[in-house]
């Protein structure tokens, strides 16, 4: 069994993302750590891009920090080596086709493999191109993790039914950020994910609190939170890893 797979068979599991690099890659270490021991069951690790088309203001603005701190693609690797000495839990790259396009892609998803990336996720990648990156990720056993949004309508069993690892269901229209409410029907997405596969699914885009990811948890098989995280490293710095650690067990028990 694959560690996303085992990630999702133990219950709810709770997906927290940060941006590699913000404010340094020492502290992101810190950081993956701490949310490892406190509950997080998966971790999306943000590679940072100059064009971060998905991101709301929060996450642009830890993709501005991160770059000018010096963060490359090559450091964020060495990073993943580091953790993997002792970290278990699966851990999923979130990044921009052209990050992988301009590393060459089959040596990024080669090194996922050798590293221990177990997935990657690509907002800007359209289903109609994934067979861009998709062989190789079979090839090397790395998940392309797919996307499912409110608008994607009579896809969604088309994508349900060729996805890997898990499926990351975009809970609102637009770019990531914390929203006060959620009033997509989750429900009817997970419905039709749920006729098409047996592929795990997890509700991002917006959740920033015990009880918005407690209500998700009732539908989905797990809860990604990013903005609500980010905003914390943002406001912290280098002292962000209690109070986003403290986070990560609020946000596991509530979805428990």
């Known amino acids: 069994m694959s560690r996303i797979k085992e990630a999702f068979a133990k219950g709810k599991a709770f997906i927290p993302f940060i941006t ?20 997080a069951d998966l971790i999306e690790l943000g ?17 501005i ?9 090559d450091k964020i690797f060495d990073l993943v080596h580091r953790l993997r000495q002792d970290i278990t839990i699966p851990l999923v790259f979130m990044t921009y086709a052209n990050v992988v396009f301009s590393y060459g892609a089959e040596r990024f998803i080669g090194l996922c493999r050798k ?9 800007d990648l359209p289903y109609e191109e994934k067979e861009e990156f998709l062989p190789l990720c079979r090839q090397y056993g790395v998940d392309l993790i797919s996307l499912i949004a409110p ?35 989750i429900s009817k997405l997970v419905e039709v ?23 998700m948890s009732q539908y989905a098989d797990g809860v990604i939170v990013g903005s609500a995280i980010v905003r914390q490293i943002a406001q912290y710095g280098r002292e962000a890893v209690k109070p986003v650690g403290e986070y990560v067990e609020t946000m596991k028990k509530a979805i428990s």
């Open 20 to 39: 590699c690099g913000d404010p340094d890659l020492e502290t992101t270490e810190k950081l993956v750590r701490e949310m490892a021991a406190r509950g």
């Open 47 to 63: 590679i940072p891009f100059s064009d971060p088309t998905a991101e709301g203001p929060v996450i642009q603005g830890a993709n």
């Open 65 to 73: 920090r991160a770059l000018s701190a010096g963060t490359t693609t």
């Open 115 to 123: 590293l221990g990336v177990d997935g990657i996720i690509l907002p």
């Open 151 to 185: 608008t994607s309508a009579d896809r969604i069993a088309m994508i349900a039914k060729e996805a890997d690892g898990f499926i990351y269901i975009v809970s609102s229209l637009g770019v990531t950020g914390v929203r006060s409410e959620i009033t997509t029907d």
């Open 193 to 215: 994910v749920r006729e098409n596969t047996d592929v795990p699914c997890a509700v991002g885009f917006g959740i920033s609190t015990p009880e918005q990811a407690a209500k």
